[in-house]
Structures are given as structure tokens and as C-alpha cells.
């Protein structure tokens, strides 16, 4: 108890005497790093996640089948298939897609699109397109001769889309666009809407009905290219995967991180980066406790010496030291919080960051705010350490005289 009171004392001293501009100095570096603890994680975890979100919702689903065969591209019994699927325990939901390559042009201006047949109300309990439309209304099942455009492709007069030069630029839904197919079938469709889920991939898209695919290609009457699921949880699909190979060999099965590699290198570089910038943290924090603490503890040597000599122990000297640094870090770490609600939070609310696959908020739960404590509160105490330790081990007689 006395060793603590000691070292209380010592420690309030410190700062209550030492240089303001230091301590002052110290806070603010610690608040710094705070917040870059608190935003960097944030910000790239709010990345992966709407990037995961707008995958799921809007591109892949839960689990996409393919045929798996160059040879044989489609699936055969498409309905049968489905019904089946639609039977196994953990299937939400579960639809159809096939593709045509084709050529589109509107007022002379020409893009190159894929479209998809699919069936409208089966495509709705698996993705959340039909609740992005900007223009227009979705498909349904009754449709012929009409047609549904992503941002990226109709460019809807919208010259700040990623891909507005490459798109028909002008197109808005009731406008009638003509298109020739990868078979050679030449048509004219109205476009029933436009629909811009921000996520590129899926924007790139066009649907028509799975009955007006037919009329194009009446082969592929109950042919499928994919077949999309929606599961009950999408972090384990596994057992759901064995059960389809049961149903049907030969089928390729892909989760939805294996469908999108592209997205999931992002995740796993932001992942990287994520590590690299906390370790930059870190070390920033570390160093700058660390040389403050360094040059206190030379310029007070002496001082030093003359405590351990009057029977003061070199743990209390210690204790007052991590004391000391606790209380500038716990500082920093309310006024890094602070700022970070109020400041931080509301203007990325109100100017929130852009990015191919949508809008990002920063979302920050109890587990980055507990990181963020703890990593500044140790990192500061083990830079704090290392030069008080070496001269509280030094002799009294060196330390008094500097030596």
C-alpha cells in the first residue's frame, strides 16, 4: 500500500511539473493513433461487409450451381432440379438463370451486354434487385419483348457512373433499344426499367423473362446455365453442398466466396492492410511513449538516484512511470472515442465514402473500442518500461551523477 501511495505521488508530480508541451504533445499523438485505430478497422470492415452484402443480395446469392462441363454448359431437368433443392433443409429459396451474350444499341451509341432469362418471382426471394429500381418497374412473368437494364449498361443520362462511356448513355425505361443476340436473332425490346444496386458486377446486367429467353432459344426449354440459393445461413452451406452432390453428380457447387474471386482478394487485401496500419499504429504510439519517456527519464537521473538513495524502491519509481503513462493514455483513449462519435462518425454520415459496390458507414461495435484501449494502454506500458527499467537498475551513485 505505501509502494502505491509512492508511487501515486511520484506519478501526479511528474505531470503536474513536467512539460506541459510534452504531456500536451503525448496526449494528442495518442488520440491520433485512437483514432486511426478505431477508423482504419471500421472503415475496412464496413468494406468487406457491403461488399459481402451486395454480393450475396444482388450477384451470386448463398450458393451458385453450374454444370461444370465445357462441353455441356447447361443443366438439364432445370425444374426438377429445383424442386428438389427447394425440398433440402436450410434452402430459403432457390432460381434459375441463363445467358446469352448480345450486342445493344440505342441512338447510335452500342454496348456489349449479357443477358439473363430468368423467372421474376422466384429471382425476387433470392436477390434484392427488384428493390433498387431507380426507373421503371421490375419484371414479371407475363413480360415478352421487354427488358431489364443495369445502370452500368442503359447509362441513364448519367455521366458519373463508372462506366457511362461504354454504356447506350441516353437509355431511360419506356425508351426501346435494339439487340442482337450471340445466335443471330436480331430484336427490338422496350425497357421496362432500370435498376442500380451500386454494386458494378451486378450492374453490368440485363434480364429478360425466362419464356422470352425460350422464344429465342426453344433448346433450352428447361435448361438452366445457373441455379442460385438463398440459405437459412450463409457461413455454413457445407452440409447443404453434400446434399445437391447427392441429388445430382457431376455438378460444380461454389459458395459465394469461391463465385466472386475478385471479391474476395479485395477482402483479403483489406485484411492486409488492415494489419499493416495497425502495426504502423502500434509502432507509432510505441516510439513516441517511448523517446518521451527516454529523454524524461535521462534528464531526471539524478533525481532518480536521490529517490532510491532516501530508500525509495526502484519498483515504486517504476509503478509511478506506468501510472503516469496509463493516465496520459487513458486520455488519449476518451478523447479519441469522443471525437470519433462526434466529429468522425457524423460527417462520413453525411458525406459517406463512394465505392464500386455502394455508399459506406462506418460501423464501430464494443470489440474495436475495447482494441483500441487495450492496444494503446499496453503498448504504451511496455514502451514505458524499457528506459525506466534501465536506469532504476543503474547504482545510486552512477544514477546520481549521471554517469
Same mark, same amino acid.
Given at each position: 500500500?505505501?509502494?502505491?501511495?509512492?508511487?501515486?505521488?511520484?506519478?501526479?508530480?511528474?505531470?503536474?511539473?513536467?512539460?506541459?508541451?510534452?504531456?500536451?504533445?503525448?496526449?494528442?499523438?495518442?488520440?491520433?493513433?485512437?483514432?486511426?485505430?478505431?477508423?482504419?478497422?471500421? *472503415?475496412?470492415?464496413?468494406?468487406?461487409?457491403?461488399?459481402?452484402?451486395?454480393?450475396?443480395? #444482388?450477384?451470386?446469392?448463398?450458393?451458385?450451381?453450374?454444370?461444370?462441363?465445357?462441353?455441356?454448359?447447361? *443443366?438439364?431437368?432445370? =425444374?426438377?432440379?429445383?424442386?428438389?433443392?427447394?425440398?433440402?433443409?436450410?434452402?430459403?429459396?432457390?432460381?434459375?438463370?441463363?445467358?446469352?451474350?448480345?450486342?445493344?444499341?440505342?441512338?447510335?451509341?452500342?454496348?456489349?451486354?449479357?443477358?439473363?432469362?430468368?423467372?421474376?418471382?422466384?429471382?425476387?426471394?433470392?436477390?434484392?434487385?427488384?428493390?433498387?429500381?431507380?426507373?421503371?418497374?421490375?419484371?414479371?412473368?407475363?413480360?415478352?419483348? =421487354?427488358?431489364?437494364?443495369?445502370?452500368?449498361?442503359?447509362?441513364?443520362?448519367?455521366?458519373?457512373?463508372? +462506366?457511362?462511356?461504354?454504356?447506350?448513355?441516353?437509355?431511360?425505361?419506356?425508351?426501346?433499344?435494339?439487340?442482337?443476340?450471340?445466335?443471330?436473332?436480331?430484336?427490338?425490346?422496350?425497357?421496362?426499367?432500370?435498376?442500380?444496386?451500386?454494386?458494378?458486377?451486378?450492374?453490368?446486367?440485363?434480364?429478360? #423473362?425466362?419464356?422470352?429467353?425460350?422464344?429465342?432459344?426453344?433448346?433450352?426449354?428447361?435448361?438452366?446455365?445457373?441455379?442460385?440459393?438463398?440459405?437459412?445461413?450463409? #457461413?455454413?452451406?457445407?452440409?447443404?453442398? #453434400?446434399?445437391?452432390?447427392?441429388?445430382?453428380?457431376?455438378?460444380?457447387? +461454389?459458395?459465394?466466396?469461391? !463465385?466472386?474471386?475478385?471479391?474476395?482478394?479485395?477482402?483479403?487485401?483489406?485484411?492486409?492492410?488492415?494489419?499493416?496500419?495497425?502495426?504502423?499504429?502500434?509502432?507509432?504510439?510505441?516510439?513516441?511513449?517511448?523517446?518521451?519517456?527516454?529523454?524524461?527519464?535521462?534528464?531526471?537521473?539524478?533525481?532518480?538516484?536521490?529517490?532510491?538513495?532516501?530508500?525509495?524502491?526502484?519498483?515504486?519509481?517504476?509503478?509511478?512511470?506506468?501510472?503516469?503513462?496509463?493516465?496520459?493514455?487513458?486520455?488519449?483513449?476518451?478523447?479519441?472515442?469522443?471525437?470519433?462519435?462526434?466529429?468522425?462518425?457524423?460527417?462520413?454520415? =453525411?458525406?459517406?465514402?463512394?465505392?464500386?459496390?455502394?455508399?459506406?458507414?462506418? *460501423?464501430?461495435?464494443?470489440?474495436?473500442?475495447?482494441?483500441?484501449?487495450?492496444?494503446?494502454?499496453?503498448?504504451?506500458?511496455?514502451?514505458?518500461?524499457?528506459?525506466? !527499467?534501465?536506469?532504476?537498475?543503474?547504482?545510486?551513485?552512477?544514477?546520481?551523477?549521471?554517469?
Amino acid at each position: 500500500m505505501n509502494s502505491f501511495r509512492v508511487a501515486s505521488l511520484l506519478g501526479f508530480t511528474s505531470i503536474r511539473k513536467g512539460n506541459p508541451n510534452v504531456v500536451v504533445l503525448t496526449i494528442l499523438i495518442l488520440t491520433l493513433v485512437g483514432l486511426n485505430l478505431l477508423f482504419v478497422p471500421s *472503415l475496412l470492415g464496413s468494406l468487406v461487409s457491403g461488399a459481402n452484402d451486395k454480393l450475396i443480395t #444482388t450477384y451470386s446469392g448463398d450458393i451458385v450451381i453450374t454444370s461444370g462441363s465445357d462441353k455441356a454448359p447447361l *443443366l438439364g431437368n432445370a =425444374q426438377g432440379l429445383l424442386t428438389s433443392i427447394m425440398n433440402i433443409h436450410g434452402v430459403v429459396a432457390a432460381t434459375t438463370r441463363i445467358t446469352l451474350g448480345a450486342q445493344m444499341s440505342f441512338n447510335g451509341n452500342r454496348t456489349s451486354a449479357v443477358v439473363f432469362g430468368v423467372q421474376p418471382d422466384l429471382e425476387q426471394q433470392v436477390f434484392k434487385i427488384n428493390q433498387s429500381m431507380i426507373e421503371g418497374d421490375y419484371l414479371t412473368s407475363e413480360d415478352r419483348d =421487354q427488358i431489364l437494364l443495369g445502370m452500368q449498361v442503359a447509362g441513364a443520362d448519367k455521366p458519373d457512373i463508372e +462506366l457511362y462511356s461504354r454504356s447506350l448513355q441516353g437509355v431511360h425505361a419506356g425508351d426501346k433499344i435494339k439487340i442482337t443476340f450471340g445466335n443471330g436473332v436480331e430484336k427490338q425490346y422496350t425497357v421496362k426499367g432500370i435498376f442500380y444496386t451500386e454494386f458494378i458486377q451486378t450492374d453490368v446486367q440485363t434480364f429478360i #423473362t425466362q419464356a422470352e429467353f425460350e422464344s429465342l432459344m426453344p433448346n433450352t426449354k428447361d435448361h438452366t446455365a445457373y441455379i442460385h440459393i438463398k440459405t437459412t445461413d450463409h #457461413t455454413n452451406t457445407q452440409s447443404i453442398i #453434400t446434399q445437391i452432390s447427392d441429388i445430382r453428380s457431376g455438378l460444380k457447387i +461454389l459458395t459465394w466466396q469461391d !463465385y466472386a474471386g475478385i471479391v474476395r482478394s479485395m477482402t483479403d487485401s483489406f485484411n492486409v492492410i488492415r494489419a499493416i496500419m495497425n502495426i504502423v499504429n502500434i509502432l507509432v504510439a510505441g516510439i513516441t511513449v517511448f523517446i518521451v519517456t527516454y529523454i524524461d527519464v535521462t534528464n531526471r537521473r539524478r533525481q532518480i538516484g536521490i529517490q532510491l538513495a532516501i530508500g525509495i524502491t526502484s519498483s515504486s519509481i517504476m509503478l509511478a512511470y506506468l501510472m503516469r503513462v496509463m493516465f496520459l493514455a487513458v486520455l488519449g483513449i476518451a478523447l479519441a472515442g469522443l471525437l470519433f462519435f462526434t466529429v468522425v462518425i457524423p460527417l462520413e454520415a =453525411q458525406y459517406p465514402f463512394r465505392f464500386p459496390f455502394g455508399s459506406v458507414y462506418l *460501423l464501430v461495435g464494443l470489440l474495436d473500442l475495447t482494441y483500441m484501449a487495450v492496444t494503446l494502454l499496453g503498448v504504451s506500458m511496455v514502451a514505458v518500461f524499457l528506459p525506466v !527499467y534501465g536506469v532504476t537498475r543503474m547504482k545510486v551513485v552512477d544514477a546520481i551523477w549521471g554517469q
